[in-house]
C-alpha cells in the first residue's frame, strides 16, 4: 500500500506525504476518525515512508521497506491494547520509552505507532506526555483514535491532528458500481468491505482477480475459526504451503477481516457475511488471533521453511 492507493482524504494523504519527505515534519501526528476510514492503513503507510530510503516514499522496494512489510523492521514499534486487557498499560509505555531514547538501529528517523491511543489508561497518558513533552529528535509519533476529544488535551495538543473522514459504504459502492458497469453487486459489496473505506483498494479488489481469490481465502479461514471447522482451517492455509508471498498477503487479509469483525458490534454496517461471522467469533478471541499474526510474519520472514510456518500458524489458531 502506497500513498497513491488512497483516492479519499486527499488533504491528509498530502500532508503526510509532504511530511514523510521531510519538509515540516513534526514529531508527532494524531489520525482521528471514525473507524474503517483507513487510519491504521494511512498511519502505517506514513510510517513506511518515514523509513524509506527510495525517491518516491515509501518505494516499496528499498531495504527498508521490504523489512517494514515483514514486519521486522527494528525502529519501527506498535503499541496496541493487550487483547485480554481493558487498556494500554503505562508498562507498556515505560518499555516504549526505553526504546525511544536508544538511536535507531538502521534507519535515520525511530517511528512509534499508538493504535487506539485513547485506549491508554491515564497513568500511561502521562508518561507518553513525557516523552512528547522532550522527544529525541529522530523520534516521530504516530497515534490513532476515532476521535480528537478521547485523548487528554495535553496530547492532542502535542501532535499535528488530522481529522480522516469516512468514504460512506454507499458513496463508496456508488463510485465503484459507476466505474465498473456490469459487475456483480455482491463483488461490489464485498469490494467496499475489502476497501474499508479506501477507494484505491477496493477498486484493485475489482480489478485483480488474484487479490479477490486471495480474499476469498482469507475470508474461508475466518470462517472456518468461526464456524469451528478444524478440516477448513487446515484447507484454507494448504495452498500457501510453499507460497510466502501469498501467505503474507493473507495473514494482511485476515487480519483486516478480523478488525472488519471486531467493529461489527459497534459499527454494524451492512454486510450480511461479516455480520453472521461476527455472532460466531467472540472478540476475544478474535484478538487472540490477532495478536498472533506479527509473530508469525517474523517467524516467516526469519525460518525459511514457509510449510513449517503455516502449519504452526493453523495449530495455534486452533489452540485459540
Ligand atoms: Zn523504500
Known sequence: MRFSDFQSNQIVVQTLK???SGRRLNHAYLLYGPA?????????????????????????????????????HPD????????????????????L????????????????LI???????????????????????????LLTAESRSLLPETIASRCVCLGVQEVPQ??????????????????????????????????????????????EQALNLVKALAFEKEFNVVAALAPFEGDKTGFLRLLDDFDNILGRVAEIPFFPGEDAELKDIAVRLDPLRAGKMHDLIDGIRQRLFYNGNC??????????????
Open 36 to 72: 474503517g476510514t483507513g487510519k491504521r492503513t494511512l498511519a502505517r503507510i506514513f510510517a513506511e515512508a518515514l523509513l524509506c530510503v527510495g525517491e518516491d516514499k515509501s518505494c516499496g522496494s528499498c531495504a527498508h521497506c521490504v523489512k517494514f512489510q515483514h514486519g521486522t
Open 307 to 320: 510449510a513449517l510456518v503455516t502449519a504452526l500458524f493453523g495449530a495455534l489458531l486452533k489452540e485459540i
Open 18 to 20: 509532504a511530511a514523510a
Open 115 to 141: 493504535e487506539n491511543a485513547n485506549q491508554m489508561n491515564l497513568p500511561a497518558a502521562n508518561a507518553l506526555l513525557k516523552v512528547l513533552e522532550e522527544p529525541p529528535s529522530y523520534a516521530v509519533f
Open 76 to 95: 519501527f514499534t506498535v503499541v496496541t491494547k493487550p487483547a485480554d486487557k481493558n487498556f494500554i498499560l503505562i508498562d507498556q509505555i515505560r518499555r
Open 97 to 112: 520509552r526505553e526504546q525511544v531514547f536508544v538511536r535507531p538501529n538502521e534507519a535515520e528517523r525511530r517511528v512509534i
Open 170 to 215: 454507499a458513496a463508496a459502492r456508488n463510485w465503484l458500481t459507476e466505474r465498473f458497469p456490469g459487475s456483480d453487486p455482491a463483488e461490489v459489496q464485498r469490494a467496499v468491505i475489502y476497501g474499508s473505506g479506501n477507494l484505491g483498494r477496493s477498486q484493485a479488489y475489482l480489478e485483480d482477480e488474484s487479490v479477490r481469490r486471495r480474499y
